[in-house]
């Protein structure tokens, strides 16, 4: 389970080559940590702003999502190795010492996120197998539940992510046969431009999440926070989803091609209903962009293809 960027070092034959693995949103590159290692992994890469002539340490990953590759004791013994690998999770390295040495029961308020944060996403991500696609879609059934992003003057998110996903919905609800359920879980506050009609207190557990998203005919898809590959991009690609989706903004290993693993949308509710439309009454074409994003998944997203593409063998 990884949710910030690591590094980790690999030696074969006396050979030592060191890996950072970008996980954050941002594309922006890390120069610091860039010029330190010698393959540098990103699951938001931009060849635009980072062109493969100056920056050829730099690989395209698809995107991550959480998943529980442990037991709950195995999680915890595997957290506690990593803190003491990593004595700046604590306060002071000398005050951690003191507090083994005193035989005190004491957690410093870092390290207590720290643990707090790999419980929950234990506890509300699922291994990696209940991926696997073993539901067959429902013809006029579609499934999207998700968080409204807080929007500020910086990331405007109103304009963004949330209004797209808000234009998706209103497309789905307009369309006499389509059966859709979800919204956007506002967590409060006022989002501009973000119509009522789209709002909902709906909440699923993360295991029921997966169900319904496996039943439905369609999701949907569009660069999330600071444009960067959501989660869902990636767990679409494993569910073996056929995916709408806007325009990405970052790359990938290998491009998404429309009508062969992805359909792409307009940012606009009119190009988001006809494509609605299109997908509910041509079940063949769904499945094909199912077939399609699956073998994606395998080919470029899965653990050993990732590896693969820093070149770990």
Same mark, same amino acid.
């Given at each position: 389970? #990884?949710? *910030?960027?690591?590094?980790? @070092? @690999? ?17 922006? @590159?890390?120069?610091?940590? &860039? ?53 700046? #999770? ?42 696997? *696609? ?5 013809? *006029? ?34 369309? /006499? ?16 431009? @973000? ?22 005919? +369609?999701?949907?898809?569009? /660069? ?11 767990? &679409?690609?494993? +569910? ?12 990938? /290993? ?6 062969? *693993? ?17 997908? #509910?009454?041509?079940?063949? &074409? ?13 080919? &470029? ?7 693969? #593409?820093?070149?770990?063998?």
């Amino acid at each position: 389970m #990884l949710w *910030n960027d690591m590094r980790f @070092i @690999i030696e074969v034959e006396g050979k030592q080559t060191k890996y950072y693995l970008h996980l954050s949103d941002s594309y922006r @590159i890390l120069e610091q940590d &860039y010029e330190w290692c010698d393959v540098y992994g990103s699951v938001n890469a931009n060849f635009a702003h980072y062109p493969q002539e100056k920056y050829p340490k730099l690989v395209s990953l698809v995107p991550s999502f959480g998943v529980r590759d442990t037991s709950l004791i195995g999680m915890m013994y595997t957290s506690f190795c990593n803190l003491c690998k990593a004595p700046g #999770l604590v306060t002071h390295r000398t005050e951690w010492n003191k507090v083994l040495q005193d035989n005190e029961v004491r957690l410093f308020p870092n390290i207590k996120r720290y643990f707090g944060r790999a419980y929950k996403t234990w506890k509300n991500r699922l291994p990696l197998s209940a991926y696997d *696609n073993h539901i067959v879609s429902k013809d *006029n059934y579609v499934f999207f539940l998700c968080t409204l992003w807080y929007s500020d003057e910086w990331n405007k998110n109103d304009e963004g992510v949330n209004l797209r996903r808000a234009y998706f919905i209103e497309a789905c609800k307009s369309i /006499p046969t389509c059966k859709f359920e979800g919204g956007l879980l506002s967590h409060g506050g006022a989002h501009k431009s @973000i119509p009522n009609n789209v709002a909902t207190d709906q909440k699923e557990p993360f295991a029921s999440w997966i169900e319904k998203t496996k039943r439905s005919a +369609l999701v949907f898809n569009t /660069p999330a926070f600071w444009d960067c590959h959501g989660w869902k991009l990636g767990e &679409y690609l494993a +569910l073996g989803k056929c995916i709408v989706s806007t325009k990405l903004s970052n790359d990938l /290993p290998h491009p998404l091609e429309h009508g062969v *693993n992805i359909h792409f949308v307009e940012n606009s509710e009119e190009s988001m209903r006809e494509a609605v439309e299109y997908i #509910l009454t041509h079940p063949d &074409y769904r499945h094909k962009l199912e077939k399609g994003a699956r073998e994606y998944w395998e080919t &470029y997203g899965t653990p050993k293809a990732s590896l693969k #593409l820093l070149g770990i063998k």
